[in-house]
């Protein structure tokens, strides 16, 4: 996997990379942290499911959105196509950002002063997403908040990933269970969103 995502990132974005490592983190998508002859690095996201791809898509525009408007979301880079995600050759679709060095997330343990800027970016974060043109105010029925079929279509994929793994490091144990936690709330969800005017 590691060499094929080598010279995917050479052929379809230029990137020359030297050593290539995996992080330990994300459920949805397998990341890594790549070394260019330079000393830059990139994060890469690779992702698994094609079926995701569009939704992904939306998510990567939001937080390009973000930045343009100030507010300190990695760049991502377009591949030499000019695309945000090159998708390649079978199993994967890939897309490297700018790494962020030393960064701690809510699962690293924050602490004490972290968490109030953390709250800061948040705040500015929410502000800037409000001015987005799909934020405009509308009415939609609490039912269509959330697709649980779609939901546990996805759960029930990620889960097979991970059995079909065989032995799992300790971060992807920590995943299988939270998406099997994750998979057994939704019927207590749907009953919520029945509840629901």
């Not at 942290?33 to 939001?62: C, H, M, N, Q």
């Not at 997330?105 to 500015?124: K, P, Y």
């Not at 079929?149 to 032995?167: N, S, T």
């Not at 939704?186 to 629901?196: D, I, N, Y």
């Amino acid at each position: 996997m590691q060499q094929r995502l080598v010279g995917a990132l050479n052929a379809a974005y230029g990137i020359e990379v030297v050593s290539l490592g995996r992080i330990e983190a994300g459920t949805a998508t397998d990341n890594y942290v790549a070394s260019g002859r330079a000393g830059r690095r990139w994060f890469v996201k690779v992702y698994r499911d094609p079926r995701t791809l569009p939704s992904e898509l939306e998510a990567i525009e939001l937080a390009m959105f973000a930045r343009a408007g100030g507010v300190p979301v990695p760049a991502v880079h377009r591949s030499l196509d000019g695309e945000l995600v090159a998708a390649l050759t079978n199993p994967f679709a890939v897309s490297p950002w700018d790494y962020v060095d030393d960064a701690v997330t809510a699962e690293g343990e924050l602490r004490g002063a972290r968490w109030a800027a953390v709250g800061t970016v948040l705040g500015r974060l929410h502000r800037r997403l409000a001015e987005h043109p799909a934020a405009a105010a509308g009415q939609l029925s609490a039912t269509r908040l959330r697709d649980l079929e779609q939901a546990r279509i996805h759960f029930d994929w990620l889960i097979v990933q991970y059995q079909a793994r065989g032995e799992l490091n300790e971060f992807e144990t920590w995943a299988l269970q939270a998406v099997q936690h994750r998979r057994a709330l939704l019927p207590a969800v749907a009953g919520m969103l029945e509840a629901l005017p």
